[in-house]
């Protein structure tokens, strides 16, 4: 199976200016999770759809969104960019949301290095 | 916040040695996981260990969970060179609308000298 793919692996941006991002899950997997990591916060959550609904938001302004398609890919968008905003974005995929009984894991992609110039 | 927080920052040892990594967390889990990741790339899953293990081995992987003192420890043995990466941990939460949201901790970085 092919594993998490994520597009584009490399982006550079200017203040001011928008992004999407690409996530295609592990065939089969319905659930797609986003996370940031950068050197001062580390990774933190940024949301989970699952069945393309939205069902978890981590604590992000409004500029970040994302949505899910049919075919669980996923797209996160990044509008009005800041320098702050620099960081790898990783996205993950799980066959379907995790429940208080069952863990469903998460198998990373590569992640999208965004720099914000 | 329920992030977990690894510790030491930063272990350099030399191939064979055995090495550990502790992490500790603040409210309830589910499950604690372990992580890697080499040089900025993505995370590769290691191992799981739920609310009611105490202890978990994989290879030469040894985990450990002590939930009255919300701390865990990440035993490599024998190191590699190609062990050397960062290594994280996260934890679930305890129940409600974040359930199955993952809590890193800032990470070790691992280095072992051949």
């Known amino acids: 199976k092919a594993g998490v793919t994520q597009t584009p692996r490399y982006l550079i941006k200017t203040r001011g200016q928008q992004v999407t991002l690409s996530c295609s899950p592990i065939?089969?997997?319905?659930?797609v999770s986003w996370y940031q990591q950068t050197p001062g916060q580390g990774l933190q959550f940024l949301f989970e759809?699952?069945?393309?609904?939205?069902?978890n938001k981590g604590n992000f302004p409004g500029r970040f969104s994302g949505r899910q398609f049919s075919n669980s890919r996923s797209e996160m968008n990044v509008s009005t960019l800041e320098l702050g905003d620099s960081a790898l974005y990783l996205c993950?995929?799980?066959?379907?949301?995790?429940?208080?009984?069952?863990?469903?894991?998460?198998?990373f992609g590569p992640g999208t290095r965004l720099t914000v110039l | 916040s329920q992030q977990g927080e690894e510790d030491p920052q930063a272990l350099s040892i030399q191939e064979g040695e055995n090495a550990t990594m502790n992490c500790s967390y603040k409210t309830s889990i589910n499950n604690l996981q372990w992580y890697r990741q080499n040089s900025g790339r993505g995370l590769v899953h290691l191992i799981l260990i739920r609310s009611n293990e105490r202890e978990k081995h994989s290879g030469r992987l040894r985990v450990t969970l002590d939930t009255s003192k919300k701390s865990s420890s990440l035993l490599i043995t024998a190191s590699r060179a190609a062990d050397t990466a960062s290594y994280f941990c996260?934890?679930?939460?305890?129940?409600?609308?974040?359930?199955?949201?993952?809590?890193f901790g800032r990470g070790t970085q691992l280095t072992v000298w051949p």
């Open positions: 065939s089969g997997h319905r659930s």
């Open positions: 993950a995929s799980s066959q379907r949301p995790s429940d208080r009984y069952h863990y469903n894991e998460q198998f």
């Open positions: 759809y699952f069945s393309e609904t939205q069902r």
């Open positions: 996260a934890t679930d939460a305890g129940g409600g609308s974040t359930l199955g949201r993952l809590y």
